[in-house]
């Protein structure tokens, strides 16, 4: 298919058909003609013009007609029309703008105005086209990150699955870490990202082996340099997704702690991603007011006073504050 601009020119006069041409034929422009209004509308059907010149007194059926047929098209309803006539009195540029005409040039033309109004035409078309494009590319974008958010939550759901122990503790504690991030004053485009990160955050634990993970006592020396590794593998796995790289910071980093104790790094302090120190107080928080097979939840009181007790050890002191003043939990 030519990437030419294809004009479509629909006069009932030779006359008038040769004249354009020959105007037109050193354009870079693909020249179609119609004789006759419907033979017109069945060219514009077929070959989808850039744009059609319509002359407005022909018989049978009028520009006029042929316009409003157009319009009526939704196949054909955008394509501009640059209606050309004898016609040059008031009513009949009214009725030709009523018909749906973009623009309007009489009889006889002078050559200039008229390739001037054609690549005016033609310009706003190409220009609305653009629009048109970015647009479908951006419904088509979110239709893409609503399928990838769909396969997170998937991910989520099946990591709940293999732990009862802990089912439901990722939908509550992302609720709480986004709410909490919001309270920071984060910016829409970053809770988005602590929202997948959260969702994820265990992401690695595929990787442990179901004898550590659901061991019931307590993991020995051995088992914990193998637990240890569960951020780690979080990061290898989600790193190569291009998409879910700003949301690593939760997976990665969630079990540092302030004072440089934590794992897989060691990061002190506000080297830790803000991300990772919210969820870190959310994710203590609700493991242990939660009940487990092995013990009951702490009462409120009591996670409340663990955390400050933590705060400038396990937990960044600010982040404490801002949970404390919360009212989301």
């Not at 020119?9 to 209004?37: C, K, M, T, W």
């Not at 520009?63 to 319009?71: D, K, M, N, P, T």
Request: glycine letters at 6%; hydrophobic letters at 40%.
């Amino acid at each position: 298919m030519s990437k030419q601009p294809q004009i479509l020119i629909i006069d009932d006069e030779p006359v008038a058909r040769a004249s354009l041409e020959g105007l037109l034929y050193n354009q870079p422009y693909d020249l179609h003609f119609a004789e006759s209004g419907p033979e017109g509308l069945a060219i514009a059907a077929a070959i989808r013009p850039d744009i059609i010149l319509l002359d407005v007194m022909m018989p049978n059926m009028s520009g006029f007609e042929v316009c409003s047929l157009i319009r009526s098209n939704p196949v054909l309803g955008e394509i501009p029309v640059l209606l050309i006539t004898a016609l040059d009195d008031r009513e009949s540029r009214i009725a030709g703008l009523k018909a749906g005409a973009d623009d309007y040039i009489s009889k006889p033309f002078d050559s200039l105005e008229l390739l001037a109004r054609l690549q005016g035409v033609l310009r706003l078309n190409r220009y609305r086209h653009i629009v048109e494009q970015r647009h479908e590319l951006e419904q088509l974008h979110e239709e893409l990150l609503f399928s990838y958010d769909k396969t997170i939550q998937g991910w989520s759901q099946a990591l709940d699955l293999r732990d009862k122990e802990t089912e439901g503790h990722t939908l509550r504690v992302t609720e709480m870490t986004v709410n909490l991030a919001r309270a920071a004053g984060l910016d829409e485009e970053s809770l988005k990202h602590i929202w997948r990160g959260a969702l994820l955050h265990d992401v690695g634990k595929l990787g442990i082996p179901d004898s550590i993970l659901h061991k019931p006592g307590k993991l020995n020396d051995e088992e914990w340099v193998i637990m240890k590794n569960h951020p780690t593998y979080a990061y290898k796995w989600l790193s190569s997704i291009e998409f879910l790289r700003p949301a690593l910071d939760i997976p990665y980093c969630h079990h540092e702690k302030w004072d440089g104790s934590g794992y897989p790094r060691g990061l002190v302090g506000e080297a830790i991603p803000l991300a990772a120190r919210m969820f870190a107080v959310v994710d203590v928080w609700d493991a242990l007011a939660s009940d487990r097979p092995y013990r009951k939840g702490l009462t409120l009181q009591e996670v409340e006073q663990y955390i400050r007790d933590q705060s400038g050890i396990h937990f960044d002191p600010n982040i404490v504050k801002l949970w404390q003043d919360s009212k989301f939990h």
